[in-house]
């Protein structure tokens, strides 16, 4: 298995329609997850950490399953501005350093 | 102005030459990263530096090299540039309290015919 596996898209769906992304990761012992979004050719910004508990904020949720090693980012009513590609980071050595996901692309359509 | 910047954002160079990237940063972090990304196979590591005196090799630092001037000032070079380093590379900076948040500069679209 890859260190952090994305399916790369691209997801086309209606605007205000409910998506979720997963991704997978190799390493057990990791313990904090992040989802960045990175719009075309500009650089990925963090979206959202991924806690043990799960984290919200205002539509978008992310959670994480330890047991079957993934964690998802849902996003509900999806706006026009969502359109962008999602990546899952994933630490390793330590929290030392950290492997991106190839990323999801999003399409939201009018 | 922003947090972390990159010159030059776009590059068109030959095969053989060198070439160097700079990177700046605002935040007072110590963590500072070079990436590059390929349609395909996302972001990876090329090499990282916990402070001026720490550098380190990512996953795929063979044809690159890079200097930390200073906390805030971080260089990457490619010694002698072949068309597969063609790609859209990045810097990054983190605070030292683990893998956080990191902070990506916008980026250096680099070509090399």
């Known amino acids: 298995r890859k260190e952090v596996e994305q399916d790369p898209g691209p997801f086309n769906v209606p605007e205000g329609a409910t998506v979720a992304f997963n991704c997978t990761y190799s390493n057990s012992a990791s313990q904090s997850f992040f989802w960045y979004r990175q719009d075309c050719r500009k650089e990925p910004k963090l979206l959202m950490s991924v806690y043990s508990s799960g984290n919200e904020d205002g539509r978008f949720t992310a959670q994480l399953n330890r047991a079957s090693q993934y964690i998802s980012l849902l996003i509900r009513d999806s706006k026009l501005s969502d359109s962008a590609t999602y990546l899952c980071v994933v630490p390793r050595g330590g929290y030392q350093k950290v492997t991106f996901g190839i990323g999801t692309k999003l399409q939201v359509i009018p | 102005d922003a947090d972390v910047t990159q010159t030059p954002r776009n590059r068109i160079t030959k095969t053989g030459k060198r070439i160097m990237l700079e990177c700046s940063q605002t935040k007072g972090h110590d963590r500072m990263y070079w990436y590059r990304q390929d349609p395909g196979l996302g972001l990876r590591l090329i090499y990282y530096?916990?402070?001026?005196?720490?550098?380190n090799k990512g996953e795929i630092s063979d044809g690159y090299s890079v200097s930390r001037q200073a906390q805030a000032k971080f260089s990457l070079s490619l010694e002698s540039a072949i068309p597969n380093q063609t790609a859209l590379y990045f810097c990054?900076?983190?605070?030292?309290?683990?893998?956080?948040?990191?902070?990506f500069g916008p980026g250096t679209r680099l070509t090399v015919t």
């Open positions: 990054a900076t983190s605070d030292s309290a683990g893998a956080r948040e990191q902070y």
């Open positions: 530096s916990f402070d001026v005196k720490d550098i």
